[in-house]
């Protein structure tokens, strides 16, 4: 019997193993009649294969491994927008994406007590009282159905605009929480000790200290929240002993004037305008129960007198 490598390999000796070589089921023969067997490369074709497997799921895996770290490379050294920044930072506000802020390097500088720049801690006057009033404006903006859900609030008890506002049937009305608080801050600015006689003479009623009461809370929630990580340095100064704070630091901000105008674009109402106190829940409206800054409104002790005031 005549053996042939089927690659031309040399011969094999009779002791390889059997499963290297497999006999025609055709029955050739070679030229002096004995059947041909020749040598199977399946041994030789499943060590190839295996290889070539293995290098390419290693390959892959390594291919992989890179497309993941340079997707993470360049995600870590993209900027993040200003927009991307209010939106990591709140938890829902569909006016973000309408707004492009853009945030800045913001020196504070403490000026003269006489400066227009320092406006916001002047004694009170009307000048005072209109620029408080421009940055403390509670605008009344609509939200659709869906936003509303989507900040956990209920569509049977949120208020509506009513029609005669013309904003359709499916507008339910909210205001800018960082607004709201500048309001706060602002009521609580009119009750100070070297204010208070020049805007309450009369003394203020249980509502409104109940207001205060909330806008103390509400304020310091806030900065809670989201504490200023900025940092205040020490000075040696003149007629002052000890270590003395300065308070002219540099901030991250981003513009607020931007925020205002936008809820002035986009106001659908104002608080405390005639159309707003006469509002009043639809007929057959389901109420929700009584919150409790409103119970504490009408239980509340009234400062120097009795007399309610409007907030």
Not at 105 to 125: C, K
Not at 211 to 229: D, G, I, T, V
Request: charged residues 20%; aromatic residues 10%; glycine residues 4%.
């Amino acid at each position: 019997m005549k053996l042939f490598c089927s690659e031309k390999r040399e011969k094999t000796t009779s002791s390889a193993p059997t499963n290297l070589y497999s006999r025609l089921v055709n029955n050739d023969s070679s030229s002096d009649g004995e059947p041909v067997v020749f040598l199977s490369n399946t041994y030789y074709l499943d060590s190839s294969s295996r290889r070539l497997i293995l290098f390419n799921v290693v390959l892959f895996i390594v291919s992989l491994c890179c497309l993941v770290l340079s997707t993470l490379v360049v995600t870590l050294r993209s900027p993040i927008s200003g927009r991307g920044i209010l939106k990591q930072t709140t938890f829902y506000s569909p006016p973000i994406d309408s707004l492009a802020p853009s945030w800045f390097v913001n020196q504070v500088v403490t000026h003269h007590l006489s400066s227009n720049e320092s406006i916001f801690r002047q004694d009170p006057s009307p000048e005072v009282d209109a620029a408080w009033n421009r940055v403390s404006d509670l605008g009344v903006i609509g939200l659709t159905k869906e936003q509303l859900l989507h900040l956990g609030k209920d569509p049977t008890t949120s208020t509506k605009a009513p029609s005669s506002w013309g904003m359709g049937e499916a507008v339910y009305i909210a205001q800018f929480d960082g607004i709201h608080l500048m309001h706060c801050l602002n009521s609580i600015r009119k009750t100070l000790h070297q204010n208070f006689n020049y805007y309450y003479p009369r003394g203020i009623g249980t509502a409104f200290s109940a207001h205060l009461a909330h806008c103390q809370e509400a304020l310091a929630r806030w900065l809670m929240c989201q504490p200023s990580m900025e940092l205040i340095t020490f000075d040696w100064v003149e007629k002052h002993a000890t270590p003395f704070p300065d308070f002219d630091i540099t901030r991250k901000c981003w513009d607020f004037e931007q925020l205002l105008e936008w809820q002035d674009k986009h106001r659908v109402q104002s608080i405390n305008t005639k159309m707003w106190k006469a509002l009043r829940a639809p007929e057959g409206i389901e109420l929700k129960s009584s919150p409790i800054l409103n119970d504490e409104a009408q239980i509340r002790k009234p400062f120097n007198g009795t007399r309610d005031q409007a907030l």
